[in-house]
């Protein structure tokens, strides 16, 4: 099976083309596609099929087999190839969550990500309480913003950007807590003297990467929340940056580069 590997800011993913033959996935075969030592490698993997709604469908699996509904990196880098595929200046893009457009700017990609949701119910968080001040009383840790992006993140505050130690230490803690019912993404922000956020991420089953798409989104939709930033956002992960704006409808825009990897093949055995 021919698969291609892309690169959003060093987030990096195995994509399939599954529009023209039966392909079937299943958790125990995403996760061995991932493993940086045993199968191809990546942080996520993406399977692209025939939509009737868009484009194309993307389905997204993360490097330890769960299948999730949302990936910003991933999207662009999709983006890019359908873009190109048709000859056009934009695409839409179906994932388990929403339809995302994206559209070529200045030689960046920029995707409509669709709207944020803000509600404890539809990150989702085990009680209802206010997204804006979650406090999971650990290690005296800040009280931090909750938002869904089509998946669940968490993004505190800090006063400084936390170390790889720190984020392999707490990450696995945070992704995991009993608040979480579907577990979720942790980002770390630090608001730098440019204006611009530091964000350091422990991915929802990926763990520390290099960039989370999503992360950045919903880091801009809690720094408007908490007053720190305006609807506009520059976001800068260990990858490189994104500009993201949170419109007064909701709807998230993130802006920023692709890279291509190399193609390969691979033997799938079911
Ligand atoms: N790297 C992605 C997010 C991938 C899914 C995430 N780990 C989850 O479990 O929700 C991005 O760029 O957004």
């Known amino acids: 099976m021919p698969f291609r ?42 399977i692209l099929r025939q939509s009737k709604t ?3 469908f993307m389905e997204i699996w993360n490097a330890d087999g769960t299948r999730v509904g949302a990936c910003g990196n991933a999207t662009r880098c999709i983006g890019h190839l359908i873009i190109e595929e048709k000859g056009q200046r934009r695409c839409t893009i179906e994932t ?12 960046l990609i920029k995707v ?5 949701k803000i509600l404890a119910q539809d990150v989702p968080l085990a009680k209802e309480m206010n997204t804006l001040s979650v406090d999971l009383d650990l290690y005296g840790l800040p009280a931090a913003v909750c938002t869904s992006m089509g998946n669940p993140h968490v993004t505190f505050f800090m006063d400084s950007i936390p170390d790889d130690h720190f984020l392999e230490k ?16 942790v980002a770390f922000a630090f608001l730098q003297a440019d204006g611009s956020l530091r ?41 490189g940056r994104l500009e993201i704006e949170y419109q007064s409808d909701g709807t998230v825009m993130m802006t920023g580069p692709i890279a291509y990897s190399f193609n390969g093949e691979v033997m799938i055995n079911d």
């Open 5 to 46: 590997k892309m690169h959003g800011l060093g987030n990096d993913f195995v994509i399939f083309d599954a529009r023209s033959c039966e392909f079937s996935m299943s958790n125990c075969k995403a996760k061995s596609l991932c493993h940086r030592k045993r199968g191809i490698g990546c942080d996520q993997l993406i």
């Open 54 to 56: 868009a484009d194309v």
């Open 96 to 107: 388990d969550a929403d339809i995302l457009k994206a559209e070529k700017a200045n030689g």
């Open 112 to 116: 409509t990500m669709g709207k944020a």
């Open 170 to 185: 707490m990450g696995p803690k945070i992704e995991t807590h009993s608040l979480f019912p579907e577990y979720v993404n």
């Open 199 to 239: 964000l350091r991420v422990w991915e929802r089953g990926a763990g520390v990467t290099e960039a989370c798409g999503t992360a950045a989104c919903a880091a801009g939709v809690a720094a408007y929340r908490r007053q720190i930033t305006s609807r506009r956002s520059v976001i800068e992960l260990d990858g």
